[in-house]
């Protein structure tokens, strides 16, 4: 356990929990301005959360405790994933767990512990959003697993550090067809993952759409501030991903306050940038039907499956 | 007499003390249950010693005739006798208070379970082929008792017993077939004389004793296309009996193919292990597929076992395919990864078979559709059954993660290693693994979430009642082993390491090849993701104002509390993915609306009724057996009950042989 891992432990949770509803506030205004909104601010939900955890807590009649504790798990999932992912600096503080892997299977948890919840209530709703949730999951976690593969096969090793550094040592491999095809399928995944347009839909309640807010519609209060954070913190958590393992330029390889500097604030625009033109080009597309989504999660899928064959045969 | 030799002794002579226990005097059924566990803690203690270097070797001419039993226990061997000892200690205490019924009282079925238990401890410490067959018969004979014990319940046990007893056989027949033809080219039958000749035998016999006896050992671990009596006959057996087949019996399918293919004819030909991992993918992929589809409690987790028996053939073929290009440590690495999956798999599925059984000593039912609400009358069963749901999923902290990360890692490294059939093989490989764990997933969510959790779904369910102690117990015991290998998989590596042949697979799942070091710790990501609840909690106690939870009403859109029916039940959570898979699957749909006299516009009632048959069991068995009736109702003709015409079939047929003797001699 290096400083510059242990360093990069405590600064890339801080920057996650504290940027991620930033994020989301961005990416809201973005999409309000082109849609000729004025928008309600970058730090709206911010505001929203604050709200939400001054409200009373409640259980609803006849859930156990899986739906109690389905939140926690949630946010700490995608906790431990923003202390052990290279986002600020190379180094990671538990190298054991930073494994694309584990990652992944982290990520899922978070995922199967609301969609347990869901079940939970017995309401039509929570096992409607549960089960579309986890059939988008089992398609999302094969490309995710086989895009990760592609990328690590070169390197000999799904230790993300070691990705990231071998991507830093050899600039020329991010224009590869390999990464290229690899980075198309994440993307999809990603958006299919975060539950945005085309997807599934955050801003909307209506029965016929919903994936994961169905899931979460008994949440009330401080259980969905903390659903709320969670998702804002996965939605940064996967693009922040994405930067670093296409474009890793910028993130800190010393442990110098400069160079920390210049990890954090490549962090924050990469993200921004990403998240920025992802809700610009939500504003151009329309949902898709839900059974039209298996097909472009199988495309993903193919990209993935192909970007393995081509890290083969032009190694 | 070393520790090993004086545990399989003693396993030996307590199975079948138990055995004439049961036969002679009228004992309970707790003698049978402690008898097998005791088997099974011998078998462990055997095991264990053979897997720390204490291997034995003994032969005994006189007990069987023409070959006579030999047995040698080497650390191969030893982890399957160790594993298959577990899973007995498990099922045996179970069994007490389980097996109370007047079904599996019967003197036949408490003399079948320890017997069945010792077969399948002797079949890996079979030395000579003879031993190998025999013991594998009494194991496929005691099973099938033990399957049909509860052939009062309904005909579809009968049914699952004939298609257990006709595959089962058919797979003996194949292994017999290999063995034979092996045994015919070295001309001794004990396994170190064919390990020798094995290596000198010409390309072309190599290949057919192997796809013989991979077609047995296939059939035997449930592999697709041989999967059809699996579904059939782990749900209809008692609870612990499906335990044992589930956790124990199928392993032995994995253990003959390593034993023959890689340990006596000594890897072979790369495409034996190309038809190996083929097999194994379309398994993991087909057997999840089917299991996210059912909605049959047992019959799910029964096609999980073939899932995951997929997965091992995937980690054994990537090692005989990583042998036969010569790169000796990553075989031994996919090989580990396989073998700690037997292990693993073995530990979840003993606890998710014993809960399921637990559910279905309750409430009698085994129907998802109409479980549910289960976690407030039996919270031990609830828990077990998640434990093992988690670990059979791949997800933190389980131990279906761990195996598949090794087994990932092999795969990774086999890329750049092994020319071009791994170049199209491993792609593929990785992507039914990943797919795998993805629907494994949603299986286990849908299993564990609509099983257990939310409101019950029929009246039976809501008097439901926890199970007897010694129930909890064994699932208890089989949970805490499924934690500890999640957490510690570091305390197994050595030992299975030992049966693979070595690889430099160390500390906390820390695995060393030539030029990567990958490194993953369970327990860190365990304890981080510990840590990470109590800080949030921690941060929502204090900045949360109001603290007390009120109870409130479920959101109901207004209209009314809302009665069970309106719950989500399995079949319509499988239902998105069912859609998805439409091609594969191929399920019936048959919907009936009938509409009112008065007008067609009016809809009276509609019927709607959905099945997923198994098609490739359609495709493939079908034909067959309606050739086999057809070409019994030809026969039928000639045997129509007259005496007289039988008389005549004797007399005719003697007359022919006369003169067929006449004419030739």
């Known amino acids: 356990m290096s400083a510059l891992g242990v360093i990069g432990g405590v600064v890339q949770p801080v920057l996650i929990v504290a940027g991620s509803p930033l994020l989301v506030g961005l990416m809201r205004q973005v999409r309000a301005r082109l849609e000729g909104r004025a928008g309600a601010g970058v730090g709206q939900p ?21 739906f109690r504790f389905a939140p926690l798990v949630l946010v700490a999932t995608t906790l431990v994933v923003a202390v052990v992912v290279p986002f600020v600096a190379t180094e990671s503080a538990l190298d054991p767990v930073a494994d694309l892997f584990a990652v992944v299977a982290l990520l899922a948890l978070g995922a199967v512990a609301l969609a347990l919840a869901g079940l939970d209530t017995g309401t039509a709703f929570g096992g409607m959003g549960a089960s579309r949730e986890m059939t988008i999951l089992a398609l999302v976690e094969p490309t995710l697993l086989v895009a990760i593969f592609a990328l690590s096969v070169r390197v000999g090793s799904t230790n993300l550090g070691a990705i990231v550094s071998s991507t830093l040592h050899d600039p020329a491999r991010v224009i590869s067809p390999v990464s290229l095809l690899a980075a198309v399928a994440l993307i999809v995944v990603i958006v299919a993952e975060t539950g945005r347009i085309p997807v599934d839909n955050p801003s909307t309640h209506l029965e016929l759409t919903m994936v994961h807010e169905a899931m979460v519609l008994e949440h009330a209060g401080p259980d969905l501030a903390l659903v709320e954070l969670a998702s804002a913190m996965r939605l940064s958590v996967f693009l922040g991903l994405l930067a670093n393992l296409f474009v890793p330029w910028g993130i800190a390889t010393e442990a110098t306050p400069l160079a920390l500097l210049i990890g954090v604030l490549a962090l924050v625009v990469k993200v921004g940038v990403l998240g920025g033109l992802l809700a610009a080009g939500e504003v151009f597309v329309a949902k898709l039907r839900l059974f039209r989504v298996p097909e472009l999660l199988a495309g993903s899928f193919l990209l993935a499956l192909l970007a393995v064959a081509a890290s083969f045969f032009l190694a | 007499m070393n520790l090993a030799a004086t545990g399989m002794a003693a396993a030996v002579a307590i199975a079948v003390l138990t055995a004439l226990l049961a036969v002679v005097v009228r004992t309970r059924t707790s003698v049978v249950g402690v008898g097998t566990a005791l088997t099974g803690v011998a078998a462990v203690v055997a095991g264990a010693a053979a897997l720390a270097g204490g291997s034995f070797s003994v032969v005994l001419p006189g007990v069987l005739p023409l070959s006579g039993v030999s047995l040698t226990l080497d650390p191969l061997g030893g982890l399957f006798v160790a594993v298959t000892g577990g899973v007995a200690v498990a099922a045996g205490i179970y069994s007490m208070s389980y097996a109370d019924t007047p079904d599996l009282r019967a003197r036949g079925v408490r003399v079948a379970l320890p017997l069945f238990v010792v077969a399948m401890v002797l079949v890996p410490a079979a030395a000579n082929v003879g031993t190998l067959l025999v013991c594998w018969e009494l194991m496929a004979l005691t099973s099938l008792v033990l399957v049909v014990a509860e052939h009062r319940r309904g005909p579809q046990v009968a049914s699952a017993g004939r298609w257990y007893a006709v595959m089962t056989h058919l797979g003996f027949v194949s292994v017999l077939i290999g063995l034979m033809l092996f045994v015919a080219h070295t001309g001794d039958d004990s396994f170190a004389a064919m390990r020798e000749a094995g290596r000198h035998l010409s390309p072309a016999v190599a290949g057919v004793v192997f796809v013989a006896t991979l077609v047995g050992f296939a059939s035997k671990a449930g592999i697709v296309p041989l999967h059809a009596w699996l579904p059939r006959a782990h749900p209809e057996a008692p609870s612990h009996v499906s335990a044992l087949m589930s956790a124990a019996m199928v392993n032995l399918g994995v253990y003959g193919l390593v034993r ?5 004819l000594g ?74 999956h037997v292990v693993g798999h073995a530990a979840f599925k003993t606890v998710l078979f014993l809960a399921a059984g637990s559910v279905l000593h309750a409430t009698g039912s085994r129907d998802l559709d109409a479980l549910g609400g ?246 493939l068995y079908q034909p067959v057996l309606s050739v086999i009736t057809a070409w019994g109702r030809a026969g039928r003709g000639l045997a129509p009950g007259s005496v007289h015409r039988y008389l005549g079939y004797g007399f005719y047929a003697v007359c022919g042989v006369l003169l067929l003797l006449a004419v030739t001699r």
Not at chain 2, 260 to 264: A, P, R, S
Not at chain 2, 273 to 298: E, F, N, P, R
Request: overall charge positive.
């Open chain 2, 267 to 340: 890897g072979g030909a790369a495409w034996w292990w190309l038809l190996v991992l083929a097999l194994g993918a379309v398994s993991a992929v087909y057997g999840i597929l089917q299991a996210a589809m059912s909605s049959d409690l047992k019959r799910l987790l029964g096609q999980s076992t073939t899932e995951n028996m997929g997965l091992v053939l995937i980690g054994v073929g990537a090692a005989g395919l990583f042998a036969s290009s010569g790169d000796r440590a990553l075989a031994a690495l996919a090989l580990t990864a396989a073998l700690v």
């Open chain 2, 260 to 264: 023959v293919g890689v340990d006596l």
């Open chain 1, 46 to 66: 911010w505001r929203d959360l604050r709200k939400l955890l001054r409200k009373e807590r409640i259980a609803p009649r006849g859930t156990s405790e899986v």
């Open chain 2, 374 to 619: 289960l976690r407030p009358v039996m919270p031990v069963t609830t828990a077990a059954f998640g434990v093992g749901a988690l670990a059979a999923s791949a997800l933190p902290p389980g131990t279906a993660f761990v195996s598949e990360w090794l087994l990932l890692q092999a795969l990774i490294h086999g890329l750049p290693a092994g020319g071009v059939a791994a170049a199209i093989a491993m792609p593929v490989a990785v992507a039914a693994v990943a797919l795998t764990a993805g629907l494994a997933v949603a299986t286990f969510v849908k299993a564990f979430g609509v099983g257990f959790l939310a409101k019950p779904r029929s009246e039976a369910v809501a008097g439901a009642h926890e199970s007897p102690f010694t129930m909890l117990a064994a699932m208890g015991i089989a949970a805490v082993v499924c934690v500890v290998l999640a957490l510690w998989p570091a305390g197994i590596l050595p030992a299975v390491q030992a049966a693979a042949g070595g690889v430099a697979v160390s500390g906390d799942v820390t695995l060393r090849l030539n030029q990567a070091t990958g490194a993953l710790s369970p327990l860190l990501l365990t304890l981080g993701l510990v840590a990470a609840v109590a800080v949030v909690a921690a941060v929502m106690r204090a900045a949360v104002a109001r603290r007390v939870r009120r109870e409130a009403r479920l959101w109901d859109c207004g209209g009314g509390p809302m009665s069970a029916r309106m719950e989500y039940t399995a079949t319509s959570f499988a239902e998105p993915l069912q859609r998805v898979f439409d091609d594969v699957v191929q399920p019936e749909l048959d919907v009936d609306v009938s509409h009112h006299e008065e007008s067609r516009y009016l809809v009276q009632a509609v019927e709607y009724r959905r099945k997923v048959p198994d098609r490739i069991e359609r495709r």
